[in-house]
Structures are given as C-alpha cells and as structure tokens.
C-alpha cells in the first residue's frame, strides 16, 4: 500500500485514466447490442403517412351538419392526416385535413359552419392575425389572414360553409388547393 497516491494527491487527471476503461465498456456493450450507429450526413426523409381522405371527409359528411366537399387535389399530393375538433368558442366541429404536395410542404383545409372569424381564431390559436389581402380563385373569394411571423390562412365563405386554408405551402399550392375547393363536390350523407 506504499506505492498508491494520498488521496489529496489525486486530480482530474486520475479520474479520467479511471473513466475510460469504463467509457470503452459501455461502447462495446452498445456495439454488441447494436444500438449504435455512425450517420455521415443529415437524416433521411422517411415515408410520408397515407390516408384515404374520401373515407375521412364521408364520415365527416355523415356525422357533421353542414356541407363538406372533397377537393380534388393533384395527383402528387398526399393525403397525411384528418381530424374533426371542435372549433373552440362557437358550439361548432370542423373537419380538417392535410396534405404534403408534391414539393414537401404541408397544407390543411378546415371546413366548418363556424364564423369566418372564429374559425381564423381557432386556426391561428394564440398567434395575432389580421385580414391583408384578397384573392379571387375560380370565382370564389378569399379573404387572406396572416402577418410576417405565422403562416398565410386563406377563408372563404362558400353560404353553406366556410372553408380555411393554411400550411406551409407556396402561393400556387395556395392556389391549386382554393382551385380544387372551389371546384369540388358536396358529398352527400349516408
């Protein structure tokens, strides 16, 4: 026991001789179990998820009061998700879904017999939108909401319905999607 260090002698220096034999376990361990890898690069874009949006936006049809319609959007986009929250406020439902064009971006359309004010707060959440714009797409109006820092929500008040687009789309995507809206059938209730 002469030839071991006070252990007011020992430093930083020590406890790193002391960590590495441990550090090299643990990396062998993980080898083994094969919990390890190397990734030279950024991640790969995996698949995107596939809905069958007529399924989604016909039970929607069946279940909600007023008129859905079921666009018909470019081949290329896919149909990624749908939902029918209640739109915060208004004692109305709303049936969303979502897209990823063909160029990666995500857009959602919302329809709702909600007011074209309440479905904007309900869109924009906390976020603080005002109207700024307008676009007139295959005779249909739309007014468009939005500021610097949030994304563009485009409405349009189609009578029966109000319908609300957003996402991160470009202004054609915009445009492809309120085309498609403008030009689509009401799904009757089964």
């Known amino acids: 026991m002469a030839d071991k260090k006070p252990r007011i002698l020992q430093n930083n ?6 960590l590495i034999p441990l550090l090299l376990a643990c990396l062998v361990i993980a080898a083994i179990a094969g919990q390890c890898s190397l990734r030279v690069g950024g991640p790969e874009a995996g698949e995107v998820p ?17 008129p859905i319609r079921q666009p018909q959007v470019p081949a290329e986009w896919i149909p990624n998700s749908a939902s029918r929250p209640p739109v915060t406020g208004s004692g109305s439902d709303a049936s969303t879904v979502g897209y990823v064009t063909g160029a990666g971006s995500y857009l959602s359309l919302t329809q709702s017999d909600a007011t074209e004010d309440e479905l904007v707060r309900f869109k924009a959440g906390s976020s603080q939108v005002s109207a700024g714009g307008a676009e007139t797409i295959a005779n249909v109006n739309w007014v468009v909401y939005g500021n610097d820092a949030t994304e563009p929500y485009w409405v349009a008040d189609l009578g029966d319905a109000r319908v609300l687009v ?3 789309g470009s202004q054609d995507e915009f445009v492809a999607l309120a085309t498609a809206v403008a030009s689509a059938k009401v799904l009757a209730p089964r």
């Open 13 to 18: 220096k020590d406890m790193a001789w002391s």
């Open 50 to 66: 596939r809905i069958d949006v007529g399924a989604s936006l016909q039970a929607d049809a069946n279940a909600l009061p007023f």
């Open 166 to 168: 957003t996402g991160s």
